[in-house]
Structures are given as structure tokens and as C-alpha cells.
């Protein structure tokens, strides 16, 4: 065993954002990966179902089992949740009633309000009695709380693209909470290891097009957190787009300053007040990278990693602001992410396993 | 040769909008291919350069020339230019004084002002004297005015993209002409073949990013005709993004309707008013295709046709109109369309070769 | 009705074959579509479940119906089956029984001897009386007995990539039959339109990899007519391999010439017969590209085509022959070559609807 | 500076082989990256060119210099050179006499014998003095020769791809020299960072196409490498092809045994020669995967890391013996391979800064 480090397991293991987490905690200093769930692959070794993790010595001889809540809550001390929405839920409870520390990649407690959940998810909440412990793992915003949870609501993948550019802004009052258009490209594992004609190489290669408009799921997070950051209610227009790339989200937002600026002077004026602002919030942020001069932001620059790109242009034509921002979803969008609070909460370095 | 047909030519063959166009002119059954122009490839047969194209019989004997005016004023009546702006205007000026109706798919002849021109193309228009003989060549919207024009000056991929679906509505009075919003992905091919690292294979692929923001040159013609459309300046929002595939663009546009809907039964009685505006402008388009039922444009649909689709939603919760529109931005979006003007100038099915 | 024309339908017409059918067959000047068959969307029109062809008037009123042989029988004189193999039998004995045509895209036909098809397809042949009755679908190799058929058995899309360019040297003895590799790459519309895990876009792009070796089905029709070209029993080595394309098969060819040739004037010698025997076979042949000069076969070139693209050379250090083919898999190698059967059963002009 | 390490150079840092070094030093334990050479981005720091780095400190601050030795050999102990082949020469013979130790990523010090150079490259040798010096950094083959080594010539992405597989057969007599055929698939970062138009996006998308056949440079080294292991002079046949990845190259290996086998007993007493053969190879490197059961090699598995895989099959019907490799061009096939001879030739651990 690895020194000082602590056991973990993943419930889930063979989805995308499952595959990621077995990526990074085989590789992460201070976790031992003690567990792996998979109906489907049960009793097969990590390197039979996944080749390209072989010549990790623990994937020869780690084998995925089916998910039994008793059986995990002995294994490891921390559990990894990567599994639909709906279905988190029937093992948070009995993982966290034995004292593991739950980290939920799924849905099922991002939202503080169990009725939105119902609105957006289309049933009950399984288990609304933990929405008021569950923390939002966002760590640039939540790092705190998130150190002493037992519970992380771990972010979605469009949310999380949307929420660290717009946060600073909105809590700086430099923005219009009324106003906000947020247009995203995601590539195609975003939609999960789904045996779905949608899903075939020959249907997503040489396509682009939009899907579940108006109203995405992750707008309930995302206007619940954008409330939260703007002191009153935010609802906000969310357009996502599916595009032949594995990896990858690329959000454009659409903003209007509550400062109007008709010229070149106005629009320097308030540039500098935009650069303070996301230099003041993400100057020291190990995973937020601020471009600077005519960089923009492109996912192939942040595949592979927990980094998000975030780069902006005031449009002195429109009044308008566009802030962009690229990060890969299976990594700061879900994986990485989450393994960010791991290490928030085990007390290691925030960037241990991440780099 | 081919009964009742017009001789054509074709100068700068050789790109992507170029072989299009050679692409579509050989199988049209109303014109006949003389001559194809290509410093770089001059004295090489069309078989050669493209041997997809091999089959076609003319292909094998028609050879590249050096694009020389006086010569092409002898060899065909109709001329398209399918070459970089600033360079246009110097054939179309000859082309036309020998007697040619000349196609541009440039940049060079869409304007009306040459004061625009020159913001956004950053020089001197190199023939001012012609802007007010062109015609716009979206058959859509001139059809009559493209019937009897010397000069087509056929539109900009992104601007027909965007053009199309804003245009009925911005007649009609359903949207604000200050609140107009274009994010739009396209395909590599819109960057020309050019022999630049940004296009090559792997600084595209897995790659997805935003360009030329937020003043692209497109937005010239784009505003233009949507301020003609709307009787008054219209200033639009524009970002086009850069994505992993050949061909195709898809447009996303953001509208706020002139009339408030705040509820389910508001939505139903504008959008039945969105629905009677589209079905009087296209309905009998060959073209446009205004998708029903649950059905979102999507890029592979249109690749290799003429054909745009368009399709709307509107959001009661943030009182919104999204239009998106799908389209090959080599078709529609250059050549398809350019073959389109030909067919109405010389009195062809406007369907010609296109179907 | 078009004039002169065939009523023809498609049983099976969802898969990526059908569906490519369905395009050739709407769009053909002979040809009038009665009926497709589809379990999964019987009763929705082909323009609700392809929207690309919408535009066709047809594709708006024609409607998916329940595969049916009894009522296929009065709605078509030709009918092609676009199934999987095992299944298309049960429709060709009664369509055929009712005095239909069947172009049959499947693998139930192509095998003289049941034996072998037990071998390789691990059943019983469902109809081993009709096995005399097929023609083998290779209109370059069997035009004339096409011409009298009642059942086709359309060749595979590896096996007419190995078969156009093997067949001519076979037979004119200028390789030895036993010492042929065939090396194939195949784009992922190859393997159907199948919601399997292995065929989603995260699992194909960005990947390349060989499958079903050393004993693909593929091999008993391969081997059967190469054997008839040569005159006796032919074994070949045959790999075929997953890229992320769309459509296309590349074949690379590794051959012994039956004449050894060790320097530049014995490779000069040999090419001119090697020349000459492909020109004999395919000079006059509107389908095959035999290529000239320094061009080499590209899958990009021949893609939405009936063309297959054959080039040569002759390597002096080896004394080997490698030949290399390209062919759209769904078209060359599926449905056009089924098209061209159909042409030449009803005496239409043989490319009619594939150019 | 890191404890007990060396301090590294690159020259010519911007192409893709480059690039890679440049990701693997910056995060090697035991390796200080003090200067990138760059002509073109002479000036300009390491994050200002390549984004995706602009997370670790030293690029921040690691600006591109131009290329001269004599600064090289006062800044570095170690050099890399990635260069074309022809230009690397003049860098290693006056930092090999200033003391450096230099690991050449180019052909030029490959042969052992100037006049195949010649051949093969078209021009004579720059520095043959020098190649009687070199080792070739196939660490796998040459570990012991490369702990002692002062130049190292790292071995070409194709051809680590046909010798690892080979070799050890060769050695242990198991295959004909005479009867190997390697058919290799590449991503289209082989053809390194260069503006020509066959490696634009449009070019290589949606294609698959040999070239350089039938005699490709590669083949120089590759066939002196197998002729040292047969103990006899061997020729092959290879072909590359260039199909739509990023990274990987697959290769298919058509082989001869030199005990033939006709029935299943006869294979599988040869199978147990080839197990027996690639473990007593590989059952211990750190970077050879020989794959077990039903697993094929795929380059998605081996992408970003300097494994290569391996898989065998034999063909009782043909008697031929199939091998099939996947690597990362741009890891095994180039730069990880040559930070591999790095840590040889400094004494670190051989999977230092690999894993």
C-alpha cells in the first residue's frame, strides 16, 4: 500500500466517466484503488476489459464485482459513484450510513431542491433527505465545504463549462444575471458508453447538430448555482450541440455588461475591470487558465486534463461580452473533478493524481 | 454538346468552392463545361488533378489553363470566379465589357458600399463602379433581380446560413432586429485549401474552437442584408466555430420575438404566427426545408445537397425564438448556390443539376 | 410513373445498405419504389426516419410496411433484400415462387456448395435448392448470365475489393494462386447499422484495429470465385482491419508473379502484359478506374460512387506484384453493384441512376 | 533544479516529435528542460506556442531559441535533435566534441553503412565518421550498447513497429527471412508539422491511401536491423498507409514459419514455440505487451503511453503465421522511446517520466 493513502473504489466502473476514474486512481500517489463494480463485466480483471490500463500491475490482478453497498462499505473509505441518475442514490445511503465518504458523479444530488429535481429528472428524489448534506464539488467555488464533506454532489460536465467563466463575473455584478446565453459543443462521450444508434460512428462522424433544446437537464444546476453566485434567481438560455470529437466541451457565452460601453475607451475601461475580476478569483487556481493576448480556447489544448481554458472579448459593435471556455468532460467535466475533492477532503495536495 | 446549353467557365478551379463547382457543371444537363482555370495546375487535364472526376469523359480532355480574360470571353458566356477576394474584380471587369454575365463567389462584389468594403476587407474596393450593377445571389430573396443580372455576386457561406431563417422573420416583425445572436460551426473546408498549419489534419482533429471574433469579415454582408430585410441598421452578434469536419455548417440562432410570451398557450399562438411565416416564405422552395415534429437540422442531412434545413423552438421560460439551420457550406453555401443563379439567368429549371 | 420503368422494392431498408438503396432507387430514371420494409419504423414515412431524403416527393408519401413476401409480390417485379445473412432466404422462396426478381444484398446466395456455407456462416443453409439458381452479382465477371437471372447474389464489399482486381490476372496466369494476400480496411459502415458497443463513435475514432483473423466469412466467396478464375483450388491469407471512416475499403494486394523478374527490364516487361491484361478486362468497363502514373487508389475519390480505383506496381527488390484497390463499400460494394445488376436483368442502360 | 538530474535540450522543438519531448521532459522526474531551439518561434515562451503546457511553471518562463551549438553545449548535457533528416548531422558533430551526449530522433545516423544512406535518402552521408559511432536506440534490442552510448540514433516510428515483432522470431529461427511482408497503418502526425496540402484536414478525413511504395526509406534501417538478426541479408516488402488519426500506427505482419503446420496439432505445438519465443523477449520489458486470448491490437489502447502491443495468430488453411503491432508513433515510435535511451544512457530508471 501505497504510504499514507487512502482506500477508494468505484461504483460503475466501465462507464466513460468510470474508465477515467480507474485512469487516474491507478495513477493517483496517494489512493489505493481496492474496488471496481461492473455488472456486466463482473469477475473479469481491469486489464481484460480495459487493454490500455495492462501494464498497471494492480489491473491484472483487480477484478470488477458486482455493486454490493455492505461489501464496498469495507473496502475502502471513500467510493466513487459513477453511475446514471436515480440509481446513485440506492447506494449513497448505505455506503454513507456505514461512514464512507460518498463522492457522486451522477445527478442525483447536485440540486438543494428536491421539486426541481422533479421537474427536470421527471420523478421523485430517492433520497431528498440528503440533498442538505450533499456538497456541489465544485472546488474553485466550494473548496471549504468541500473539505469537510461527506457527501459531494461531484458537477456536471456543461455545468461545470458554464459556471467557473460566469461565477466571478455575476458575483463581481459585472454582468446582466438576466441576459445570459450559454452555446455548447460537446464531444460524443458525453453521452455515455451507450449501445444507442445515435451514438455509431457513422451517425456522429461528419454531423453537428443540437439536441434536448430548450430545456437540457443541467440547466437545474446550472441556474441553480448562477442563482446562488447572483443573489437572486437566474434563468439562462442553454443550447448543447453534439460534435464528432471523443473529448471535449467548448462553451461560448453570450453576456451583456451592466456597464454599457459604446467605444474603444469603454470597452478598455471595463476590460480591465474583467481581467481583475477573474484574476483576483483565478490567478492561484491550479486548474483555471485565464488566455491571454489572441489565444481562445481549443479542447485539444486541454484533453487529457483537469485544466479549463477561459478566454473573453468585450464586442464594442454589440455592447455584448462572449466568454469562452474549453475543457475536456471527462476529466475537470466529471473524473478529475471529482478526484480534485478526493484530494480536498483526504487532505493531499489538490493536485495530487491531476498532473 | 449538349442541347440547348450555355457554354460555361470556370476560374479557380482548383480550391474547394472550384472543384465544387466543376463537380456540379459537369453533370449539368443545361451547361457545358469549356474551360477551367489554374495557375498551379495549368496544362493538366481536370482527370488529373481530380481523379474522382475521372469518369466524366470531359473530365479526361479538359485541361487547367492560365486564367486570361480575353480568352475566357471567347470560350464561355457564363463565367464563375470562384477565386480570393480583392482578385475577383479584376476578371469580373474585363469578363464583363467582352460580354460574359459573371457568377463571383468572392467577397468582392456583395456589398453596396464601398465603405464597408473597405472596413472590413481592410483596402480599397477595386472596382466601386460595379456594386451597384451586382446582385445579391440568394434566389430566395432576388430571385427576380438574379433572372436579369449581368453580375451575381453569389452570398458568403455563414450568411446564407444565417440569412435564410432571419430574413422571413425579420419582414414579418416577429423579432427585434437589436437582439439577434449567430453562433455558427463549420466544417474545414470553409477555410479553402489553403497550405496553412491551422488546417492541417491533426491541429483540427479532436479540436474544436472559436475564430475571428468578434468582428468577422462575414458580418459585412450578413448585416447588410438583414438591415434591408429589417427597413433600419441592423447590428448582429456573430461567432463561428471551427469544427472536425469536411463540410457543413450549423447555424444557432438566439431571437427575442417583437411580441412577449410568458406561458405555454402565448408560446402556441406565436409560434403558430412563426410556422404561417415560414411556410409562405419556403413552402415552396425547393431548397429550404422547414423541418416538422421533433425533428433538429443536422449537418449530415444536407452534405452533398443544395438544400438547407431550418428548424425553431420557442422557450417560455426565458422567452426566447431559437432558430437553427443546417447546410453544406459548399453547396448551398457556395457553388450549389452559384449554379442556382445560373440556372435562373439563363432561363434553366432552377432545380438544374442540383438534385 | 416514369416511363418504361420497373416497380422494384426493399425489405430491410433501415440498415445502412437499404437505406443507401433507398437513395439510388429514388433518384433512378427507371425505377419506381413501391415499398421498404422495416419492422422497427413500419408506418413512418422515409422522410421521417431519413430526413435527407426529403426533398425526393416520393420519400414524403411512402411509408415503412412489415415485410410481407405475399404483398411485396404485387407491389414490385424486382425486390431486393437488404438482410442479414440467414434471413434472407425466407423471403426469396416465396417471392420468387410468386414471379418476382430478387437482387439479394446478403451472404445466402453467393456459395455454390451448402457445405461451405455451413463452414463458414455455423448453420445450415436455409434453401440449398436455390444455391444452382443464383448468379453471383459481379457484373464485370458475369454480365451475361446477370442479364437472364431470377435470383442475384450480390457479392460482398471485401470480396468484389479483392475479386475486380485479382480475377483478370488469374485468368490470364500472370500470378501464382497460391501465394495471395489480401490486407482490407473498411469503414465503420461496414458493420452495419448495429447499436452495439463496438460501433459507437468513442470506441471507433481515433482507433485502428484488425478483426475476425485468420477466418473472416468473407473468405468462402472470396475463395470460390478466385478459384473458378483460376482453374483450380485458391487459399488466401485475408485481414480485415477498422478505421474511423464513414465508408470506403482500401485493398492492398501482396502477389508472386508466375514470371520472376529481377531487375528493371524484367519488371518492365512484365508491366506491359500486366498493363494489357487490365485493359483488356476493364478498358471499356464504365466502373473500374484502372490508374495511370503515379496515382494511387483513395478512398476519398471513389466514396458516393459505383467506381472502384485499381492501381499497380511492380517491386524489383521482391519479385512481388502489389495491386491496390478503393470502392465505396455501400455502393461499389453493396448497393450500386445491386443497382447494376438490376440494369442489366431489365435491359436499362447499365449505368442508368449511378452516375 | 530536480535532485540528481540532467539537464536537456531540444532542438527543433516545434514539430510534432518535438512537441512530444517537450511534454515528456517537462514532466521527467530526473530531467531539466533548459532549452527548446525553434527558428521560426525564436523569442517566444514554450505557453505562448503550445497552450496546452502553459500549466507547468517552466513553460511559462522556457522561451524557443535559434539553433547553435556551441550556447547548446553550455546549457545542456543531453541534446535532442529533432530535425529533418540531413540538417541533424551538423548539430551532433560539434556538440558530441563539445562533450554532449546527443540523441539524434532523425535517420541520419541509422545506417551503419553511408552508401545505403545514399541510396535510400538520395544524397551522400553529412557525417559518416560519425555512424560507426551511433547506436540504435532500440532499447529493447541494444539496452546494454545504449548505457555507453555518446549518439544515439533513435529508431523511426515504422520501423519499431515491424522489428519488435520481429526480432526475436528471427533470432530464434522461426520465420522465413525471406517471406516477410509488413502492412503498416499511420496517423497523419507521421508526416510531421509541415504546410502541404496533402495533410490538410479535408485531404486526409474521410480517406485511406498507400504511399511511398514500393520502396520506402524506412525500409533502409528496418532491413539492416532484421538482416543482424537473421544473420543473413533480408529484404521485405512493406507498405504504409495513411488513414484519419491523430496518433498510432497499426502493423500486419504476414510471415512464413520455418516448420510448416497443416492441421490444428501442428499449430499448436508451433504456438507454443512463439509463446515461449515473446516471453523469454518481453515477458519483463516495460514497454512490450504481448496481448493474451481473444485481444487484437488497437491503437486506441496504446495512444499517449510508449507501449507497443502485440498480438499473434496462426493460419492452419494458408500455414502462414500473422503478428500484429499497435504504438504510439509520436511515444514508442519516436520521442518516448528516445527519453527511454535517456534514462539508459543516465542511469535513471528506464520508465522514468514514461508511466
Known sequence: MK???KKVAIVGASGYSGEELVRLLLSHP???LTAVTSRQYAGQTL????PKFAHHPRAKTLRFSEPKADLLAKQAEVVFLALPHGVAAEYAVPLMQAGCVVIDLSADFRLRNAAVYKEFYGH????????GKAVYGLPEIYRD?????????SPGCYPTSVLLPLIPLLKAGLIQPGAIIADSLSGVSGAGRKAELDYLFVECNE??????IPKHRHLSEIEQELSLAAGAPVTIQFTPHLIPVNRGILTTLYLTPTKNFA???GAAALGEKIARCYAKAYANEPFVRVLEGRALPDTKNVV?????EIAWRLDPRTGRLIVMSAEDNLVKGASGQAVQSLNLICGFPETAGLT
Open 3 to 5: 504510504p499514507s493513502s
Open 30 to 32: 496517494h489512493a489505493e
Open 124 to 131: 421523485d428524489h430517492p433520497a431528498p433527505e440528503l440533498l
Open 207 to 212: 454531423s453537428a447538430r443540437a439536441y434536448s
Open 47 to 50: 486489464a481484460q476489459i480495459f
Open 263 to 265: 467605444d474603444a475607451a
Open 145 to 153: 465545504a468541500i473539505r469537510k464533506a461527506l457527501l459531494i454532489a
Open 304 to 308: 487529457g486534463t483537469n485544466v479549463i
